[in-house]
């Protein structure tokens, strides 16, 4: 193990070794990794919200090895490869059938492949402002699309964006619907009316009226898991209408049922003009795309865009059977029954303990946000120290939000409920341990 670490140490570029664990991960199943050691970890955090249909699923590995031993590469966008036509198809009827994840006609979609989250939101704006003839975008603050440049450009977090400016221009950030820390904490509806209305607001005073589209998480991954109230996404669809601007639905860690939903702007009842996936699309095989319907993406003549790996033929094929795991398995419902279940117990815990100031989540995308006194204040150390203490016992979990004090739960979504137990128990243990460190050490 220490041999590997050093070699990361020595070797492999990364802007995330403070972050990185102090383990070296051999194998997984389930929802379950073990180290090199042989010790095993629970894994709530799910390779960043990837691994919805659990690691090392049995079905999606067949199909991926299937696929192996007949093609991996041929560049799927000079030549026509069957998975890549068959994914194609089966996203176009998933997002316009009775979910309505789009706004297009029935069956009515064309989708381009990427190959992670950042390069299909640039995908995604480039075709917006081809097809709107329109050159800027609205954004929300807290916001999070990825790192590369362009992507950033529209992210709305100091943090994620330090040292890499300046930025691209024509981007405008409207306030987030985040009503926790709100003028309306205790009202979320006008929260979410305020919120929208400011989206007219930056329109009109911080742009061009050259807005090609507002783009947005209808579930906010690295932002803390913040959830829009049910009324926000009705309310700004009517004033990005109003001026005829597109929605971009960033659904790359919100998508694949993790919410409860097979996609998450299907809580809102709004259909976004384009809709970026990734991450839980493929259980781990690298692929990203963006769908829209057809008039938008004939926007992009022969020669305007190109992936080399793209579409790669194996991940499209763990994909295809990644999405039939969770239609036979009913993975968004799963993932809502079990969500409901491990708030409701982190909500008891939270009567216990002050440090939790908010639960929060849909499905089993959960933060847990914790602050250190009645102003909110953020406790970012005492997050970090928990995801310390549940590592050390056995788990791993997520830290994020905008001040860095929101506690993760994005476990695969086959966690079983017993497994949830322990979960909850390593937590509320490392809670303890960091509220009461004299009693701990004592101990």
């Known amino acids: 193990m220490a041999d590997t670490i050093q070699k990361y140490k020595d070797y492999v570029m990364t802007g995330f070794l403070k972050s990185v664990a102090p383990i070296v991960i051999d194998r997984a199943a389930g929802a379950t990794v073990t180290d090199i050691d042989a010790k095993e970890y629970l894994d709530c955090f799910a390779g960043i919200s990837v691994v919805n249909s659990g690691h090392g699923n049995a079905q999606i590995i067949a199909a991926a090895k299937a696929q192996m031993d007949k093609l991996v590469h041929c560049s799927s966008y000079l030549y026509h490869v069957q998975p890549v036509a068959d994914l194609a198809e089966k996203i176009a009827n998933m997002v316009t059938g009775e979910r309505r994840a789009l706004n297009a006609p029935r069956g009515q979609a064309k ?7 950042a390069e299909a939101i640039e995908g995604a704006m480039k075709l917006a402002r081809l097809y709107t003839g329109k050159h800027e975008f609205i954004a929300l603050h807290g916001s999070f699309h990825g790192r590369s440049w362009g992507a950033l450009s529209v992210t709305g977090n100091q943090a994620r964006k330090k040292r ?34 400011a989206i007219d607001d930056v329109i009109r005073f911080a742009t061009s009226n050259d807005v090609a589209a507002l783009i947005a998480e209808p579930v906010m991954g690295e932002g803390g898991i913040i959830v829009p109230p049910l009324n926000y996404f009705k309310e700004v669809k009517k004033v990005l209408d109003q001026h005829g601007i597109l929605f971009i639905a960033d659904e790359v860690q919100s998508g694949f049922a993790r919410t409860g939903k097979l996609f998450a702007i299907e809580h809102y009842g709004v259909e976004p003009d384009i809709l970026v996936t990734a991450k839980g699309i493929a259980d781990g095989f690298p692929l990203s795309a963006f769908t829209t319907r057809p008039e938008i993406a004939a926007a992009y003549k022969p020669g305007d865009h190109l992936s080399t790996f793209g579409g790669n033929p194996i ?9 039939a795991f969770m239609e036979k398995e009913n993975l968004p419902a799963r993932a809502t029954e079990s969500g409901n279940y491990a708030m409701s117990r982190l909500r008891e815990l939270q009567k216990k303990n002050p440090l939790i100031g908010e639960v929060r989540g849909l499905g089993l995308m959960i933060g847990v946000e914790l602050v250190k006194d009645e102003k909110l204040t953020p406790a970012a150390a005492e997050a ?60």
């Open 384 to 443: 970090e120290a928990i995801r310390d203490s549940c590592l050390r016992s056995g788990m791993l979990i997520g830290v994020g939000g905008t001040y860095g004090n929101v506690v993760r739960f994005q476990p695969p979504l086959i966690i079983t409920r017993q497994q949830i137990d322990e979960a909850l128990r390593i937590f509320a243990e490392a809670l303890q341990e960091i509220t009461q460190p004299a009693v701990h050490a004592a101990r």
């Open 315 to 323: 991940s499209c094929a763990a994909a295809l059977a990644n999405i």
């Open 111 to 117: 989708t381009f492949f990427g190959n992670g989250g």
């Open 164 to 197: 890499g400016g300046p930025y691209a221009p024509g981007v405008a950030f409207a306030p987030a619907p985040y009503a926790y820390r709100s003028l309306w904490p205790k009202d979320p509806e006008e929260c979410g009316r305020q919120c929208a209305r």
